[in-house]
């Protein structure tokens, strides 16, 4: 289910977002914390919508907060760890979304609280994602009132500033000359402006870029790995080339509202499917549904967001891969506040959500400092995503899911252990 997963997101519903956002002429600040990070997060999503309306437990919030410290820590240490070069790192992309990502963190802690969502603090998440969106389309001149402010007393903002800047839409510009290449500030954005493809259609199977004279999806790779990979995935791909439209290739390029909806159906589809093997394991070994989401989980549901920071870390562009990990996140907020906001203010407007883990408020105050502690670990660093700040991510990450199962487990703490039966 999870390679199914990561197949679908990455073949077919991350190009269709891609072709959404040319249309739109969408910025690349903008399309990046949209449809980017609903393409990447869509299995959270689901994972929210079932953990509200059908498994009725707190599923959905065990792994949206622990795919946010995997993604936080766990994607940073695989970019460091990975990469082939050391990348630069500029400072507001990655302060505007802690920022943001800090800020989601504290309505969640706030609203959780006391067990119990009403329909107004959950339009309070939806509100704090609209604000976000609102910051992204005005970013470029709030970058450079805060870069003037701020140059003088702090240096690692004052050398963003002297980087060149661009703001041009995704098919903006028709002159190519007015395109200003090199290391900008939008290429913490997930578009790239002079290419055909996103970054993040990346395949498992090696394909870095979607040609007309692309292999068929039947031929067999060359190196062993990719072949048993293959060989795995081979029912899953046929079922998906049958039923969802290519949009890469041009004979499909006008469907791509299609590949959009037929890709986030199966991807509800297999999410539903993992759920359901994963409460199953989580009942039959006696572990409770938290622990599940935190480590199993939520890995599992950001291996589109893996795959895609490390192959464009490798590819020296270090801004998107965090501004993508980072980014994603703020998104996943808004999948808490979704599903909260329709079942109270449509389906039961009389009762409130109830969230029965007392351990989230523990996990979630973790979640904030593993924020502060990437942003001043990046500062340290000089700026630098390398295999130094990887193994540091790396250990954290190892520190905080061992942490956060044992106050689970009721080892540490008071925290008395809930299973699917109870």
Request: glycine share 8%.
């Amino acid at each position: 289910m999870l390679l199914a997963v990561s197949i679908v997101c990455d073949d077919y519903f991350l190009p269709s977002l891609e072709v959404i956002s040319e249309r739109l002429g969408l910025s690349q600040d903008v399309a990046g914390a949209t449809f980017m990070a609903a393409g990447s997060s869509a299995p959270e999503l689901v994972t929210a919508f079932l953990g509200v309306f059908v498994t009725k437990g707190d599923i959905g919030i065990s792994t949206i907060v622990g795919s946010a410290v995997y993604n936080l820590l766990g994607i940073c240490a695989a970019c460091g760890l990975l990469a082939s070069m050391a990348g630069r790192l500029t400072c507001w992309p990655l302060f505007r979304d802690c920022l943001a990502y800090g800020i989601s963190v504290a309505a969640v802690i706030g609203i959780i609280s006391d067990n119990k969502v009403f329909w107004y603090e959950a339009a309070c998440l939806l509100l704090v994602y609209g604000v976000y969106i609102v910051v992204l389309c005005f970013d470029l001149r709030i970058s450079e009132f805060v870069l003037r402010k701020l140059s003088p007393c702090c240096t690692c903002l004052g050398s963003g500033s002297a980087e060149k800047r661009e703001t041009q839409p995704l098919m903006g510009w028709n002159d190519t000359s007015l395109r200003v290449r090199g290391r900008s500030r939008t290429d913490s954005g997930i578009f790239q402006d002079d290419s055909g493809y996103s970054h993040l259609s990346l395949s498992l199977h090696g394909l870095n870029e979607i040609t007309e004279e692309q292999r068929s999806v039947f031929a067999v790779p060359e190196s062993d790995v990719k072949r048993i990979l293959w060989v795995l995935s081979l029912p899953v791909i046929i079922l998906l080339f049958i039923t969802i439209p290519d949009c890469r290739r041009r004979f499909w390029k006008q469907w791509f509202m299609i590949t959009f909806f037929m890709s986030a159906v199966w991807i509800s589809a297999f999410t539903y499917v993992l759920v359901w093997m994963v409460t199953v394991v989580g009942e039959t070994l006696d572990i409770p549904d938290t622990v599940m989401g935190l480590t199993l989980l939520a890995a599992g549901t950001s291996i589109p967001d893996t795959v895609a920071s490390v192959m464009v870390a490798r590819e020296g562009k270090a801004d998107m891969a965090m501004s993508n990990i980072v980014g994603s996140n703020v998104f996943d907020m808004l999948c808490l506040g979704l599903p909260w906001f329709i079942k109270t203010a449509f389906v039961d407007t009389n009762t409130p959500v109830e969230v029965n883990s007392t351990g989230l408020i523990f996990i979630s105050a973790t979640l904030l400092l593993s924020i502060v502690f990437l942003f001043v670990a990046v500062h340290i660093n000089g700026w630098r995503l390398d295999w130094k700040l990887g193994i540091v991510s790396l250990i954290c990450y190892i520190l905080f899911a061992t942490l956060s199962i044992l106050y689970e487990m009721g080892i540490i703490g008071n925290n008395p252990i809930r299973l699917c039966s109870d």
